[in-house]
């Protein structure tokens, strides 16, 4: 077999995080698929996943070559496909990664005009607040929420924004009574998002300037729809996105609290592995979500 099959095969494994999925997928009995990675590893004399009778992971050279292997595979696909003068084809499976309450509240709705678009398009979607690891988990995009984005070798493309809105139950006001000033925060139970980029500490930017809050943590989440749950209850003060937010004002349920102060506008970014040829399916996504944001 020509290394080339070898190294998708490979990929398929890692991606799939299994010799059976993988198996399934190329329509081959699992034996047949470690044989292969065997051969792989015996051309380049290097262990590239290291097995147990429990779980599979790459070794520090598997990881190496993994990246490699998918952008070599992914520029070879790329240039087939420009060779045959189908380049504009938006088609192929497209794995993606999206915060949870991002992905049902926003991308959910949008998801079925963007799959009538796109009819040869296979999206896998996968909802966790935490960024996964895009390229060692094989993901094509991976959208993510923040005020600013660490250094990274992934491509980073800003969709739109998302502003943060400072909410709480009027029961809970009623109760405790309702800040005038950023200061007043300290009495009261605040309620942060525990994936933000400095969890516990609001900085705000109101009429008395710009001001660093160290809350007084009363209950923390690494979800926002959680929080605003919690909110609604009347548990204390939380700050949610206004996708999250804006509903909740609408109907009353909850109120805006301390409106004259601004928090950080968070980006909704489009994380994509480095790489010189981007392949349609993910140039369509991304564009779609940035006309649809």
């Known amino acids: 077999m020509d290394v080339l099959a070898l190294m998708r095969v490979f990929r398929t494994v890692v991606e799939r995080d299994s010799f059976g999925k993988a198996a399934l997928e190329l329509n ?5 698929i470690s044989k292969q990675v065997r051969q792989l590893e015996e051309r380049l004399g290097t262990l590239l996943l290291l097995r147990t009778t429990r779980r ?8 190496a070559y993994y990246i490699e292997c998918c952008r070599l595979l992914d520029e070879i696909a790329a ?4 060779t045959r003068g189908s380049a504009s084809k938006v088609a192929g499976r497209l794995r ?16 079925p005009a963007f ?7 296979k999206l896998e979607l996968t909802l966790d607040d935490r960024l996964r690891d895009v390229v060692g988990e094989g993901y094509d995009v991976s959208l993510r929420i923040r005020a ?3 250094d990274s070798t992934l491509v980073a493309r800003r969709l739109g924004e998302v502003e943060q ?31 933000a980029d400095s969890p ?32 609604v209850a009347g548990v204390g003060v939380g700050a949610l996105p206004s996708f999250i937010a804006a509903p909740l004002l609408a109907s009353g349920v909850l109120v805006r609290v301390l409106p004259s102060h601004a928090m950080d506008r968070r980006g909704v970014y489009a994380l994509t592995p480095d790489g010189r040829h981007v392949p349609q399916k993910v140039r369509a996504f991304c564009d779609f979500l940035a006309a649809a944001l």
């Open 148 to 150: 600013a984005l660490a």
């Open 28 to 32: 081959q009995s699992a034996a047949a």
């Open 165 to 195: 809105m400072i909410c709480a139950a009027p029961a809970y006001l009623a109760r405790r009574g309702t800040p005038m000033q950023a200061l007043d925060l300290h009495g009261h139970d605040c309620l942060p998002y525990r994936l």
């Open 200 to 231: 516990g500490i609001w900085q705000l930017d109101g009429p008395e300037g710009a001001s660093s809050i160290v809350l007084p943590v009363r209950f923390s989440a690494d979800n926002s729809l959680l929080l605003a749950d919690m909110l």
């Open 115 to 121: 799959m009538q678009r796109y009819p040869e398009v």
């Open 56 to 63: 599979m992971s790459l070794s520090d050279g598997g990881r």
């Open 79 to 82: 240039l087939e496909l420009a």
């Open 96 to 111: 993606v990664n999206v915060p949870l309450s991002f992905g049902l509240k926003v991308l959910s709705p949008l998801l």
